[in-house]
């Protein structure tokens, strides 16, 4: 902690400010500086009008009565039939190359047309989701004590237990269901556990759990397949891949095929991305609903303050990963992780609060499907929980770092050697 404090006058109001050399001065009375590196937003205007008019309505609605499940309004219905029109493109491609071939004549030229069609099946066929590239999965008899905390708040939420836990470099924590049976596999991105409090980790993985949980799974299941389908059309028509498939095929360029290939990218790849962004514009209120609902679950389970200060540590996230990345490059005595929870527990309440402050400020962007963490730490401090329904006490919340060091060191090793 930094002692000897300085003081200087905020520029805008005249009050005196704190100034503290590690981190941005800001003025607490107007505000002054909160947000010193404002988010370079391509959005449209009147794109951020509906996400903030939907997420103030949807944070009333919230904060006046009880958190129920979403009712079928016309945005989700309409999700619902995109995806499932989605679907049925592998079957209308299929039935209409079989049909060609079958009924036109001369047979030479039915092949002909029927490739598209058949093109389009292949392209739209379902998929399996599967587990970001690179994740090293921790497995149940590797973990008793991480699992016996994952069991019980997969119980206390009432969803699956989690069938495997990923183990990522990146400082966040996910839920999904992976492959065609849906197992749910829960990721834990180091630089975020390590910094993490017993009763916060609690709080994120109720919160993911959480979403195993809400919103009916037949709907969950449509979107979800409508949207594997929708990545690996993304994936298939960015001109990285396209490019690495002509590489492979030894395609210089300047023929033919990087031709057709640009214009398959502008013209199916616009598309893509257009249909993508109507089915994320659609499941909007849902998705904000569904990250409210997470985090109701999560105060129900961990305690509503617990949960409210592990969102807080979430605005740590970035200089976590960057105190681990640093220790990674610049060894020390200090293991890349310690590095991790001595930058995190440095770190001042009035940095912290800058961070809600500018969260306010940039109100709904950042990443929309996320309402902004001010109004989500408000609504979980409203009508608070006190008592937790799980409770992992230190010596657990050690056992589980050390449960997790073996497959820490290979996800840190993987980083050290730039993946
Ligand atoms: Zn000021
Ligand atoms: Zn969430």
């Known amino acids: 902690m930094q002692s000897a404090e300085e ?20 003025c607490e009375h107007c505000d002054w500086n909160v947000d010193p590196t404002p988010v370079v937003d391509q959005t449209p205007a009147w ?13 009333g609605e919230l ?84 699992y016996a905390v994952l069991d019980q708040v997969a119980a206390a939420v009432g969803t699956k237990r989690v069938a495997a836990v990923a183990v990522i470099a990146e400082p966040n924590l996910w839920y999904m269901r992976a492959g065609w049976r849906l197992d749910p596999v829960i990721g834990i991105g180091l630089p975020l556990w390590a910094g993490l409090r017993p009763q916060e980790r609690v709080a994120m993985l109720a919160h993911e759990l959480g979403h195993g949980r809400h919103g009916d799974s037949l709907n969950n299941w449509l979107v979800g397949s409508a949207w594997s389908v929708l990545d690996g059309l993304r994936a298939t028509f960015t001109e990285h891949r396209l490019d690495r498939i002509r590489r492979e095929w030894g395609v210089r360029d300047g023929t033919g095929t990087t031709i057709v290939s640009r214009m398959l ?13 109507l089915l994320e514009r659609l499941q909007l ?41 640093r220790a990674i490059r610049f060894p020390t005595e200090i293991t890349p992780l310690d590095a991790v929870r001595r930058a995190v527990t440095e770190v001042p309440a009035r940095e912290i609060e800058r961070h809600l402050r500018a969260s306010r400020v940039r109100e709904t962007r950042t990443d929309a499907t996320h309402p902004p ?4 730490t408000k609504l979980i401090r409203t009508r608070p929980i006190t008592t937790a329904r799980v409770v992992l006490d230190t010596d657990q919340s050690l056992a589980i770092d050390h449960e997790l060091e073996p497959v820490a060191q290979k996800v840190l090793s993987q980083l050290r050697l730039g993946r």
């Open 7 to 26: 003081t200087t006058n905020c520029p805008d109001c005249g009050h005196q400010i704190r100034v503290n050399p590690r981190y941005v001065t800001w």
């Open 47 to 59: 794109r951020l009008a509906i996400e903030h008019r939907l997420a103030n309505s949807l944070y």
């Open 63 to 146: 904060a006046k009565g009880e958190v129920h499940r979403p009712g079928w309004d016309a945005a989700r219905i309409a999700a619902v039939l995109l995806s499932v029109l989605i679907l049925m493109l592998p079957l209308i491609g299929l039935v209409t190359g079989i049909a060609l071939l079958v009924l036109y004549r001369p047979l030479w030229f039915s092949i002909l047309l029927s490739l598209p069609a058949f093109g389009i099946a292949f392209l739209t066929r379902p998929r399996a989701a599967t587990l970001p590239r690179g994740v090293q999965l921790l497995h149940r008899d590797q973990a008793p004590t991480l």
């Open 265 to 277: 990218n502008t013209t199916v790849g616009l598309l893509v991305r257009g249909i993508a962004w």
């Open 285 to 325: 209120r849902s998705s904000q609903r569904a990250e409210y609902l997470a985090d109701r679950k999560a105060g129900e389970i961990a305690g509503s303050e617990a949960t409210a200060q592990a969102l807080e540590r979430l605005f740590l996230a970035d200089a976590s990963y960057r105190a681990m990345e």
């Open 373 to 376: 963490t001010y109004l989500r």
